[in-house]
C-alpha cells in the first residue's frame, strides 16, 4: 500500500524521527536527500552505482531535510 512506511520495505534506512510513507516517496515529500547529490560527493557522473551504494549513502544521512509531507522538493530518493 502507499500508506506503508517505508521501514516495512526498507528496514536497513535509519529511523529520521517521523513516519516516512510510500505516498511520500512517490509526491516527493519524504524530506530524504537526494541520493545523487549524495553519490555525487564519492563518484563521477560517469560511474556506473549500485542500488546498495545508494541505500549506504542515504544511511549516513543523520537527519531528513524537512517533515514528511510538509513540503514537496524533487528528488531521485
Same mark, same amino acid.
Given at each position: 500500500?502507499?500508506?506503508? =512506511?517505508?521501514?516495512?520495505?526498507?528496514?536497513?534506512?535509519?529511523?529520521? &524521527? &517521523? *513516519?516516512? +510513507?510510500?505516498?511520500? !516517496?512517490?509526491?516527493?515529500?519524504? &524530506? !530524504?536527500? *537526494?541520493? +545523487?547529490?549524495?553519490?555525487?560527493?564519492?563518484?563521477? *557522473?560517469?560511474?556506473?552505482? +549500485?542500488?546498495?551504494?545508494?541505500?549506504?549513502?542515504?544511511?549516513?544521512?543523520?537527519? !531528513? +531535510?524537512?517533515?514528511? &509531507?510538509?513540503?514537496? =522538493?524533487?528528488?531521485?530518493?
Amino acid at each position: 500500500s502507499v500508506d506503508d =512506511e517505508i521501514h516495512a520495505h526498507v528496514p536497513e534506512l535509519p529511523d529520521y &524521527g &517521523g *513516519d516516512i +510513507t510510500l505516498d511520500d !516517496l512517490l509526491h516527493h515529500m519524504s &524530506g !530524504l536527500v *537526494d541520493y +545523487t547529490e549524495l553519490l555525487a560527493e564519492q563518484y563521477d *557522473d560517469t560511474d556506473v552505482t +549500485t542500488a546498495a551504494q545508494a541505500l549506504d549513502a542515504l544511511g549516513e544521512v543523520p537527519e !531528513l +531535510t524537512f517533515e514528511p &509531507g510538509s513540503e514537496f =522538493e524533487y528528488s531521485n530518493t
